[in-house]
């Protein structure tokens, strides 16, 4: 008999609107000790399924059907006898490990707690179960972690707090809820490696609720692929990935961005002469440190950055969260202060430019941001956000001509042209990230600098952005900057690809040399941790797990940056920076690069 | 910690100093002199009167010489009350006032957190209702007006506690005052938490706990209090300084011996000395008042350090 079996559950939530159906009709069961991917975009209905059974749902939800776990019906118990499962039997881990931890409480104290909730227990016990738990998730200097708050602990530790307090119980079934979402991707195959470990060793079932198919792939051995709150296809992940029976299975196969995909080779265009240079680029923000009068001290979030953009190029920009990705971007349009080196746009150097010189400059330099909805005004209409810039660049076009170019535009970008009266609330993040690339392309810029602009978006909008971009990009000729954290994303769109590691590059090539030889540890590192949507693939592969976590930016390490958590790292590496060297066709900075024991 | 505290209190003499000079000039502004009564009196005896109080120096002298007797913690002679020094006046009325206010302030944290963190709870339920009219009516209706109400329904019709004075000092006499005195705070910061704890409660720390299997009230008393609760002590700064400038009227009004009798009074009487000591001490006191605060939110949150 199946640990949990699920029948018919129906997830309702009353709203203003009328009554939403969230899950409609869902069976499947979960075995002892089984792992199961539950996969699905967002609004699938993946998560309401998972909190409707242990009763969770937000007070205006309602579940029907019946949840035999080990006998009983998860839906038919008083709410202690559910409470007493609760933590105990089913435990959950949520998707942000910073928020779903009590910042105002120590490690001990949350963890304490539960454990002290449910079994008889003095309170020294239950701290020596928490730290043989914080042990066990492989937390170093797990006594001294006890006493921390979250904040004082790394994004990925947070995670592993979150999983032992989870497991301090032995439960049966643990409800891992986009676990690595929000973590880096070495972070993510850290954690990743831990619940396999977890699950081979204590036998936990584990239901892990994702968007990535990769995630999945690596780990379970069952899949549920959900769509609009309905099951569309499960079964064995083999079969789910290599013969899927439903459509919308196949279309999310088909629209993940793989980094085992075959390449069709992006040609470079013809290197005429440089549209944007970027030369010894330093930002450096002076952060307090040791509280609130502390000492200032520079954060070098950009310490020392070359780059070349040809037109109708794309360069791709990767690193951790950290890696100073994102501030290079600003940097280069001057959205925050420089402390050293200079960028040309077209020639002209823009440290010399005064207001009203830079104001023109940024027609031809536009940008397009991480979060689609926050980065547009709430209170202004799409044809206000849109018209913007024209109105401020081109003060002499008449009304007329300003709404039919705004319309055109937005046409360009697969809207319909009618939006102009409506609020960015009404459109769904796909359609406004349209609405920002819209707003950039309104001036016909040289270049558009895009910073993560998918990352917030579901895998099959994730495509149709990439694509949009990568259209425009042949028909205007536009030089493109790609910062993004996902690996295979930037492959699919880019020509060249930077690898940023703490404020440093490590190195540039074109994108053939840099997926197929790597040569820095970092980028083979960065590449081994990207997991592949293909089962088979995925669990033969030899990974590089990085360990540890990134290095201050306020006190990087002397020397190689990487050196700290790159096992070929030499005497050398500790005194000496590496400079970024011509190695076959990449620019690599690495003193050890090209040598026989890397590879 | 300590050097913060310094640091602090150092940052705040400016603050006093305004304080200490609008004071000290507005009230010479005012008409009238320490010395007017009934009778006229003479004017060489208004005249060695002013002088033995230096009242016919120049008023940047004065002042001078004001401050210069505050350096050393000396208030002066009362001009009102001859035989005493204002720090004698202030030191006889404060324990009384501290007593009431205190007792105000405790009785505001205990019933309007309570009040506010169960409405929160029952979120749009008739309990939050009525505990959300309530204080809404507690903002609205101004202490003068409540404080007689309460003697009006308390002491006239039903007896039960005494209309004012301190009696023999038993604490039957100071229920009433501190009532009113309280009734304005508990409402505010029961409106407060409310707001907050709605907020924690909806938090992902507490789904955690929840998803821990942790029962509603443990989760309310060890997840969500703590934070809830910063909000209402940043609250406490201007609560204190609320109580104070109430207590004026209320001591009034019950006739109760404290440290806002003398102010009206000294006020009224032009008592210079004892004008100025009182708004001195009270300045102090709420400068003294917020830093605790301050303190007090670091210790609740512990990404807030003081060094």
């Known amino acids: ?599 | 910690m300590l050097r913060y505290a310094t640091r602090r209190f150092l940052g705040a003499l400016p603050t006093l100093f305004i304080l200490i000079a609008l004071a000290f000039f507005l009230i010479r502004v005012a008409p009238g002199g320490p010395f007017d009564s009934e009778k006229a009196l003479l004017p060489e005896v208004e005249a060695n009167l002013r002088a033995a109080y230096n009242l016919d120096e120049p008023l940047h002298q004065q002042f001078a010489r004001y401050v210069w007797g505050l350096a050393q913690a000396d208030f002066g002679p009362s001009f009102q009350y001859r035989d005493y020094t204002v720090t004698e006046l202030i030191m006889t009325g404060f324990p009384v006032s501290l007593r009431l206010g205190g007792m105000a302030i405790t009785l505001a944290l205990l019933v309007g957190v309570t009040a506010g963190s169960l409405a929160a709870l029952r979120q749009n339920t008739r309990t939050d209702y009525a505990v959300m009219s309530a204080s809404m009516t507690g903002i609205s209706i101004p202490n003068f007006v409540m404080a007689p109400l309460l003697i009006l329904i308390f002491a006239v019709y039903l007896g039960w506690l005494p209309a004012g004075g301190l009696g023999d000092g038993s604490p039957r006499n100071m229920v009433l005052p501190v009532i009113a005195l309280a009734l304005p705070q508990i409402a505010y910061i029961s409106r407060l938490t409310r707001g907050s704890m709605i907020e924690v409660l909806r938090s992902n720390f507490i789904r955690t706990a929840r998803a821990q299997g942790l029962p509603m009230h443990k989760i309310v008393l060890r997840h969500a209090l703590k934070p809830a609760l910063l909000p209402v002590v940043s609250y406490l700064g201007p609560a204190t300084a609320a109580v104070i400038t109430g207590s004026v009227v209320i001591e009034q009004i019950f006739g109760v011996p404290g440290l806002g009798r003398f102010f009206v009074q000294g006020a009224l009487n032009r008592d210079y000395t004892l004008v100025m000591g009182v708004v001195v001490f009270y300045g102090v006191l709420i400068i003294a008042f917020n830093l605790l605060v301050d303190l007090a939110y670091a210790w609740l949150d512990p990404k807030v350090k003081y060094s």
């Open chain 1, 1 to 599: 008999m199946s640990l949990l079996e699920v029948r018919n559950l129906h997830v309702r939530f009353d709203t203003a609107d009328g009554e939403v159906h969230a899950v409609r009709n869902l069976s499947f069961e979960l075995d002892r000790g089984e792992t199961l991917g539950v996969v699905g975009e967002s609004g699938s209905g993946k998560s309401q399924t998972v909190l409707s059974l242990i009763g969770l749902l937000a007070d205006n939800g309602r579940a029907s059907g019946s949840a035999m776990f080990d006998g009983q019906d998860l839906f038919n118990l008083s709410p202690g006898a559910l409470r007493s499962i609760r933590g105990r039997r089913i435990s959950m881990i949520f998707q942000d490990p910073m928020t779903s931890l009590n910042p105002y409480l120590t490690v001990a104290e949350q963890m304490v707690q539960v454990v002290r909730e449910h079994d008889r227990m003095t309170r020294r016990a239950a701290r020596d179960r928490c730290l043989e738990m914080l042990e066990a998730v492989k937390i170093p200097d797990a006594a001294e972690r006890l006493d921390c708050y979250p904040h004082e602990l790394s994004g990925g530790m947070r995670q592993r707090v979150m999983i032992a307090a989870s497991l301090l119980l032995d439960p049966q079934i643990l409800v891992a809820d986009e676990p690595t979402t929000a973590l880096d991707v070495t972070v993510q195959a850290q954690i990743l490696e831990l619940m396999k470990d977890l699950n081979r060793r204590l036998g936990t079932a584990i239901i892990l609720i994702t968007h990535d198919l990769g995630v999945i792939a690596g780990l379970c051995e069952r899949v549920i692929v959900m769509h609009d709150g309905e099951l569309k296809e499960q079964g064995n992940v083999r079969d789910v990935f290599y013969r899927p029976r439903h459509s919308y299975t196949k279309a999310l196969l088909k629209a993940v961005p793989r980094l085992d995909a075959e390449q069709v080779e992006r040609l470079a265009p013809a290197a005429d002469s440089s549209l944007l240079s970027v030369d010894g680029l330093k930002v450096h923000f002076p952060v307090r440190t040791g509280g609130w009068l502390g000492e200032k001290r520079p954060l070098r979030a950009v310490d020392g950055v070359n780059l070349d953009l040809r037109s109708g190029e794309t360069l791709g920009i990767v690193g951790e969260s950290g890696c100073g990705k994102s501030t290079l971007a600003r940097a280069i349009l001057r959205l925050v202060p420089t402390t050293a080196g200079n960028v040309c746009l077209l020639g002209q150097s823009m440290g010399d430019l005064d207001k009203r010189a830079l104001r023109e400059m940024r027609r031809d330099a536009q940008v397009i941001f991480q979060d689609p909805l926050a980065s547009l005004n709430p209170r202004m209409t799409v044809g206000n956000i849109v018209s913007e810039p024209l109105r401020t660049h081109f003060p002499e076009l008449g009304a007329d001509e300003v709404r039919t170019r705004v319309a055109d535009v937005l046409r360009r970008v697969g809207l319909s042209g009618r939006e102009l009266n409506r609020y960015p609330h009404e459109f769904s993040g796909g359609q406004c990230q349209r609405i920002g690339i819209a707003r950039a392309l309104v001036l016909k810029p040289k270049v558009i600098i895009c910073d993560e602009p998918v990352s917030a978006l579901d895998v099959s909008i994730q495509a149709q952005i990439v694509n949009l971009l990568m259209d425009l990009q042949a028909e205007f000729g536009l030089a493109l900057i790609f910062i993004a954290h996902d690996l295979a994303v930037v492959r699919h769109i880019s020509h060249r690809i930077m690898v940023m590691y703490l404020g440093r590059i490590m190195e540039v090539a074109s994108r053939k040399a840099l997926y197929e030889t790597p040569h820095h540890p970092y980028t083979r590192a960065l590449i081994s941790a990207v997991p592949i949507p293909d089962p088979d693939k995925e669990r033969d592969r030899d990974r590089e797990l990085l360990p540890g976590d990134l290095p201050s930016p306020v006190d990087p390490p002397s020397g190689c940056r990487f050196r700290t958590r790159c096992r070929f790292a030499q005497d050398r590496c500790r005194t000496e920076a590496p400079q970024l060297r011509q190695l076959t066709d990449s620019l690599v900075a690495c003193h050890r690069a090209g040598e026989a024991v890397l590879v």
